[in-house]
Protein backbone atom coordinates (compact mmCIF):
# COMPACT_ATOMS: atom_id res chain seq x y z
CA UNK A 1 0.00 0.00 0.00
CA UNK A 2 1.09 3.22 -0.85
CA UNK A 3 -0.01 5.22 2.08
CA UNK A 4 1.15 5.47 5.89
CA UNK A 5 -2.32 3.29 7.41
CA UNK A 6 -0.88 4.43 10.95
CA UNK A 7 -0.58 8.33 9.92
CA UNK A 8 -4.05 8.06 8.08
CA UNK A 9 -6.11 6.66 11.59
CA UNK A 10 -4.13 9.39 13.54
CA UNK A 11 -5.37 11.88 11.33
CA UNK A 12 -8.75 10.46 11.05
CA UNK A 13 -9.08 10.38 15.03
CA UNK A 14 -7.77 13.59 15.32
CA UNK A 15 -10.92 15.12 13.28
CA UNK A 16 -13.84 12.90 13.78
CA UNK A 17 -15.54 11.54 16.59
CA UNK A 18 -16.54 7.78 15.61
CA UNK A 19 -19.16 6.77 15.05
CA UNK A 20 -19.49 9.74 12.63
CA UNK A 21 -20.49 10.39 9.02
CA UNK A 22 -17.92 10.16 6.64
CA UNK A 23 -17.60 11.00 3.21
CA UNK A 24 -15.74 8.78 0.66
CA UNK A 25 -14.96 10.17 -2.86
CA UNK A 26 -13.73 8.70 -5.67
CA UNK A 27 -13.35 8.84 -9.61
CA UNK A 28 -13.09 5.69 -11.59
CA UNK A 29 -13.77 4.64 -15.54
CA UNK A 30 -18.30 4.21 -15.21
CA UNK A 31 -17.79 0.55 -15.82
CA UNK A 32 -16.72 0.43 -12.64
CA UNK A 33 -19.14 2.62 -10.76
CA UNK A 34 -21.18 -0.29 -9.36
CA UNK A 35 -17.73 -1.39 -7.68
CA UNK A 36 -17.32 1.43 -6.15
CA UNK A 37 -21.21 2.02 -4.88
CA UNK A 38 -20.74 -1.59 -3.10
CA UNK A 39 -17.63 -0.21 -1.21
CA UNK A 40 -20.31 1.20 1.36
CA UNK A 41 -23.49 -0.59 2.06
CA UNK A 42 -26.48 1.61 2.92
CA UNK A 43 -24.27 5.02 1.96
CA UNK A 44 -26.13 7.98 0.50
CA UNK A 45 -24.50 7.96 -3.08
CA UNK A 46 -23.64 11.26 -5.58
CA UNK A 47 -22.57 10.65 -8.74
CA UNK A 48 -20.85 13.04 -11.27
CA UNK A 49 -20.01 11.85 -14.95
CA UNK A 50 -16.98 13.78 -15.99
CA UNK A 51 -17.57 16.54 -19.42
CA UNK A 52 -16.76 13.44 -22.24
CA UNK A 53 -18.04 10.95 -19.53
CA UNK A 54 -15.08 8.78 -19.72
CA UNK A 55 -15.12 9.20 -15.60
CA UNK A 56 -17.57 9.47 -12.76
CA UNK A 57 -16.99 10.87 -9.58
CA UNK A 58 -18.84 8.50 -6.67
CA UNK A 59 -19.33 10.30 -3.38
CA UNK A 60 -20.39 8.37 -1.06
CA UNK A 61 -21.95 9.40 2.80
CA UNK A 62 -22.16 7.11 5.70
CA UNK A 63 -22.14 6.77 9.37
CA UNK A 64 -18.82 4.94 10.36
CA UNK A 65 -18.48 3.16 13.50
CA UNK A 66 -14.68 3.72 13.99
CA UNK A 67 -11.29 5.22 12.29
CA UNK A 68 -10.09 1.15 11.31
CA UNK A 69 -14.24 0.80 9.02
CA UNK A 70 -12.93 3.63 6.80
CA UNK A 71 -9.65 2.49 6.31
CA UNK A 72 -11.14 -1.24 5.69
CA UNK A 73 -13.60 0.91 2.79
CA UNK A 74 -9.90 2.33 1.54
CA UNK A 75 -8.19 -0.66 1.26
CA UNK A 76 -10.86 -2.73 -0.90
CA UNK A 77 -11.75 0.31 -3.05
CA UNK A 78 -7.49 0.23 -3.56
CA UNK A 79 -8.34 -3.21 -5.46
CA UNK A 80 -10.63 -1.52 -8.38
CA UNK A 81 -8.45 -1.33 -11.60
CA UNK A 82 -7.77 2.37 -12.13
CA UNK A 83 -9.45 3.99 -8.84
CA UNK A 84 -8.65 7.92 -7.66
CA UNK A 85 -9.79 8.34 -3.68
CA UNK A 86 -10.01 12.51 -3.24
Known amino acids: ?18 PDNYTFKFIVKPEHQTKVES ?30 EVVEVYKEANKIEGIIAL
Open 1 to 18: MSWDERAFVEKLEGTHHF
Open 39 to 68: LVPGALIKLKPSSGNKYVSVTLSKKMNSSQ
